[in-house]
């Protein structure tokens, strides 16, 4: 199945019927497409400039760590990104638009979140008024390890401001029931984004800022596979993490 093609039919408002209209071919031919069939070249791009977007978001190029896995823990890995920014910004749209049941971001500063949807808190709020439990988990911008990574990735106190800006976007979220925002001290080996059964993860490596770095796109396929092991890590820091007082943060600041 295309997911990604499936996803932006329902946030475009297009149905298939509308879609195999404006290509010119058969209803039968787009459910093909719906079903995992790679259209003809001349269709390809005639679906994405229908529907806005990029060509190689809806039919990505083949990538070997994509067509490797075989059995076990590996056929829940069913996309890769060379790094964060590779990651279409329909596709976060998309996965956010999309939850049902729990939104879980646990990043550093996490400004892309916001600065590429900027309304971001809005359409969280929503998701949580629809019954979705979101979470997210910034670092501490007054704990150690946002000051060891900063000295690694050599930005200094940059890294703790860019926390302070970015927790401004959500302080709406504070007062939204079903939403929470937490600050953790912990080292973060990787930056998670989880949608019901599917998770992005962003590996760090030393000394680089984590949009530098891949992104693995997960989906839930067995009970003790990947995605359980980045979930039970989001949990941890989760628990350990201090929920955000705005006022807090500001008096600190005068201190």
């Not at 896995?69 to 996965?95: C, D, F, H, K």
């Not at 998701?127 to 979470?135: E, F, L, S, T």
């Not at 060891?148 to 029931?177: M, Q």
Request: aromatic letters at 10%; charged letters at 20%.
């Amino acid at each position: 199945m295309n997911e990604r093609l499936h996803s932006v039919l329902a946030q475009r408002g297009v149905t298939p019927e509308s879609l195999a209209e404006a290509c010119e071919v058969d209803p039968k031919t787009v459910s093909r497409w719906l079903g995992g069939r790679l259209p003809h070249p001349r269709h390809r791009y005639r679906v994405a400039e229908h529907l806005r977007v990029e060509e190689t978001f809806l039919w990505p190029a083949p990538q070997p760590l994509r067509a490797t896995p075989t059995g076990g823990r590996g056929t829940e890995l069913i996309g890769t990104y060379q790094n964060r920014a590779s990651v279409p910004r329909e596709m976060w749209l998309a996965l956010l638009q999309q939850a049902r049941e729990q939104i879980d971001v646990l990043v550093f500063s996490g400004t892309f979140f916001a600065q590429s949807n900027p309304h971001v808190a809005r359409m969280l709020a929503d998701r949580a008024a629809a019954g979705v439990r979101v979470r997210l988990c910034f670092g501490d911008p007054r704990g150690s390890a946002v000051q060891v990574r900063g000295h690694e990735e050599g930005i200094g106190d940059a890294l703790a401001a860019k926390i302070r800006a970015s927790l401004t976007y959500y302080r709406s979220l504070l007062s939204v029931p079903g939403c929470e925002v937490r600050l953790h001290d912990t080292t973060l080996y990787n930056s998670l984004f989880r949608y019901d059964d599917t998770l992005l993860a962003n590996p760090h490596v030393y000394g680089q800022p984590a949009s530098a770095n891949p992104i693995l796109h997960l989906k839930w396929a067995s009970a003790g596979g990947w995605f359980d092991d980045y979930a039970r890590s989001f949990d941890a820091v989760w628990a350990g993490a201090r929920l955000w007082a705005p006022e807090q943060e500001e008096t600190h600041g005068q201190d």
